[in-house]
Nanobody, 124 residues
Framework: QVHLAESGGGLVQVGSSRRLSCTASGFPFSTYAMGWFRQAPGKERELVGGIIRGGGSVFYAESAKGRFTLSRDDAKNPGYLHISSLKAEDTAIYYC?????????????????WGPGTQVTVSS
């Protein structure tokens, strides 16, 4: 059974940094591309970025360039999303996702697998 799980969310302060993690089971995660999405209150879900297997190439949505960093450690399974200089508008549910290649993640934004999401609330 395929399972993705995000962790690392919570209540954080404006200006701080946070690293979210994504672990996978039930499919060969190390051979899959993975991505991160987020959905802010009252808004549609949007892409943050995607990373190919091995981590050699990373794509960022325009809105995510500069403060968001995707990485992965295929030997240990998890993928990561690091967010720096957090702003109130970063408050959202953050989702990790996986698919066999990057286009379903970053172009179609319709990956095969989704995690349930983790809430990040940025407070001043």
């Amino acid at each position: 059974q395929v399972h993705l799980a995000e962790s690392g969310g919570g209540l954080v302060q404006v200006g701080s940094s946070r690293r979210l993690s994504c672990t996978a089971s039930g499919f060969p995660f190390s051979t899959y591309a993975m991505g991160w999405f987020r959905q802010a209150p009252g808004k549609e879900r949007e892409l943050v970025g995607g990373i190919i297997r091995g981590g050699g190439s990373v794509f960022y949505a325009e809105s995510a360039k500069g403060r968001f960093t995707l990485s992965r450690d295929d030997a240990k399974n998890p993928g990561y999303l690091h967010i720096s200089s957090l702003k109130a508008e970063d408050t959202a549910i953050y989702y990790c996702a996986g698919d066999r290649s990057l286009p379903p993640l970053v172009e179609l934004q319709s990956p095969a697998y989704w995690g349930p999401g983790t809430q990040v609330t940025v407070s001043s």
